[in-house]
C-alpha cells in the first residue's frame, strides 16, 4: 500500500506544538508578531495571505497586513517594509511574492532586515544556509524536511532529485539536502527545464521533490519503485468545476501512487506545511529578537 501523506495533519501537530511557545513568548510580554505584505490583486496570492493569517490567529501569534495597491510606485512598498523593520512589535515580515512589475524584487529581499526575514530570501540568510550556518530555514523545503521526518523517510546515502531551480523550493531544498546533518547527507541532483532527460534522473532517485510549476510533468513511469514522491506543484488548470478550475500538482498522482512508496497529495501535502513552518520561523524570530528561551517543535 502507498504511503499518502497527510499534509494537513502534520501541519496541524506542528501548530498546536508551536502554540506553547507563542504562550511563553507572550506571558513574557513579547507576543510574536508578523507581518504579511501584500502589493498584488493576483487571487491565488489573497489566499495564500488570508490563510497564513489565518494561521497566526489560530495558534495566537499577532498578524499585522498592509495592503498596498497594485500601480502604487515602488518606493511605497520599499518604505513599508523599513518601517516593519523598525516596528519592535513585529518579528517576523513576509512580502509576498511574485511581485509586480514596477517592483525590484532584489531590492524588496534585500531590504527586510534579516533578523525578521522569515521567508530566509535576504542574500545574508541564503548565504548562511549554503553554508551551512542557516539563521532561518526557507519555509517549504524545512516542511518538506520535516514531513519526511514525521514520515521516517531517511535521506543519508539516499538518491535526491529535485525537480526545479527556483530561489524559493528547488535551490534551498538542494542546500538542505547536501548538508551534513539530519535530513540532510543526500547525494543531491537538480533537474530543471533544460535538463536533457529527466526521466533518466527521476527514475534513478530514491527520493523526489517535484518544483517545476509544470502540471502533471512526472508520471509513474518517471519513477523507481518504492520511491518518496514530493509534490510542491500548485497549478490551477481549466477545468469544468464551480471555480472554473482545479488544483493540480507537477506530478499525475494516480499513475505516480502505483509506483511510489510514498507521496504527497495536492492539495493537502506540502502546502499546508510550507505555511507552519512561517509560523515555526515567526516565533523563532520572536524568540530571538525578545531573548526569551522556547523549545521549538
Ligand atoms: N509566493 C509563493 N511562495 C511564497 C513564499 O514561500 N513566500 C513568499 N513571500 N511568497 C511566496
Redesign the pocket.
Given at each position: 500500500m502507498t504511503n499518502v501523506i497527510d499534509g494537513d495533519a502534520v501541519a496541524a501537530e506542528i501548530r498546536s506544538d508551536l502554540e506553547a511557545s507563542v504562550e511563553t513568548l507572550t506571558d513574557a510580554g513579547a507576543r510574536p508578531g508578523l507581518a504579511t505584505v501584500l502589493m498584488s490583486d493576483d487571487p491565488a496570492?489573497e489566499t495564500?495571505v488570508s490563510m497564513k493569517q489565518n494561521d497566526c490567529e489560530e495558534v495566537g501569534i499577532e498578524s499585522v497586513h498592509v495592503e498596498l495597491d497594485e500601480d502604487a510606485p515602488a518606493e511605497e512598498l520599499y518604505d513599508t517594509v523599513e518601517e516593519l523593520n523598525r516596528d519592535p512589535d513585529v518579528h517576523g515580515i513576509?512580502?509576498?511574492?511574485?511581485l509586480v512589475d514596477q517592483v525590484d524584487e532584489r531590492r524588496v529581499l534585500r531590504t527586510v532586515a534579516p533578523e525578521k526575514d522569515v521567508?530566509a530570501?535576504h542574500p545574508e540568510n541564503v548565504g548562511r544556509l549554503v553554508a551551512g550556518d542557516a539563521r532561518f530555514k526557507?519555509?517549504?523545503p524545512h516542511g518538506i524536511q520535516k514531513l519526511l521526518e514525521h514520515e521516517g523517510v531517511e535521506t543519508e546515502g539516499a538518491e535526491a532529485v529535485v525537480v526545479g531551480r527556483s530561489n524559493?523550493?528547488g535551490k534551498p531544498m538542494a542546500n538542505l539536502f547536501v548538508q551534513k546533518g539530519p535530513f540532510g547527507n543526500a547525494t543531491t541532483t537538480v533537474c530543471h527545464s533544460r535538463t536533457a532527460d529527466l526521466a533518466a534522473h527521476t527514475r534513478e532517485a530514491d527520493i523526489v521533490v517535484a518544483a517545476a510549476g509544470v502540471p502533471e510533468l512526472i508520471d509513474g513511469s518517471m519513477l523507481k519503485e518504492g520511491a518518496t514522491v514530493v509534490d510542491v506543484g500548485v497549478n490551477r488548470v481549466d477545468a469544468d468545476t464551480e471555480k472554473g478550475y482545479e488544483l493540480v500538482g507537477d506530478v499525475e498522482f494516480e499513475s505516480a501512487k502505483e509506483v511510489a512508496g510514498t507521496i504527497t497529495p495536492v492539495p493537502g501535502g506540502v502546502g499546508p506545511m510550507?505555511r507552519a513552518m512561517?509560523l515555526y520561523n515567526t516565533v523563532k524570530a520572536a524568540s530571538r529578537q525578545e531573548g526569551v528561551d522556547v523549545t521549538l517543535p
Open positions: 496570492s495564500y513576509l512580502v509576498q511574492m511574485p521567508d530570501f526557507p519555509c517549504t524559493i523550493v510550507t512561517l
